[in-house]
């Protein structure tokens, strides 16, 4: 079996990622929309995805590489996906039941640990209740949730080739 393929997929893998990410950085710097704490989380998780299939595209990994690569990325669009989610929820709440008093972002940056400000931005924060930009009537996190699950599906597809590949053309020693 080639392992070009791959190596394509993750060049894909990579320039989507890359779009994604400069289109976040237009929305943030032309567009002038302030993220929240969750959507620079989720910015993060996009960046090492993409730096991940960067490398992996520019390595050409053999198959071991490629679990590694894959896993890495997969996790990345797991994590990604999951904290989408989170805002998509933390958005759909009825407004009555939102919790009265969020603390800033400025606030959790100063004052708080990393870990103490992501489990109180999953807790939910005012700005990711927010939604002040739509396409298509979807919210970003949930343009950002499409994306995680589009390249988690990508992600899939490529261990499932290389693993019923090698279930039936084991490799001869």
Not at 85 to 95: A, F, G, K, Y
Not at 136 to 155: A, H, K
Request: proline share 5%.
């Amino acid at each position: 079996m080639s392992l070009a393929p791959s190596r394509s997929l993750f060049l894909l893998a990579f320039m989507a990622g890359a779009l994604t990410l400069g289109a976040s950085f237009y929305l943030e710097y032309g567009a002038l929309l302030r993220p929240c704490f969750l959507c620079l989380v989720q910015r993060v998780f996009l960046a090492i995805f993409t730096l991940i299939n960067l490398a992996a595209a520019v390595h050409g990994p053999t198959r071991h590489g490629i679990y590694l690569y894959g896993g890495a990325s997969m996790g990345c669009t797991l994590l990604g996906a999951i904290t989408a989610l989170r805002q998509v929820l933390l958005q759909n709440i009825p407004e009555d039941q939102l919790p009265n008093c969020w603390p800033s972002l400025q606030h959790m940056i100063a004052d708080l640990s990393f870990l103490e400000a992501l489990k109180r931005a999953f807790q939910g924060g005012f700005d990711c209740v927010e939604i002040n930009w739509t396409l298509f009537d979807l919210s970003l996190p949930e343009w950002s949730l499409l994306f995680f699950i589009g390249m988690l599906t990508l992600g899939a597809a490529q261990f499932s080739r290389l693993v019923f590949s090698q279930r039936f053309h084991p490799v001869k020693h």
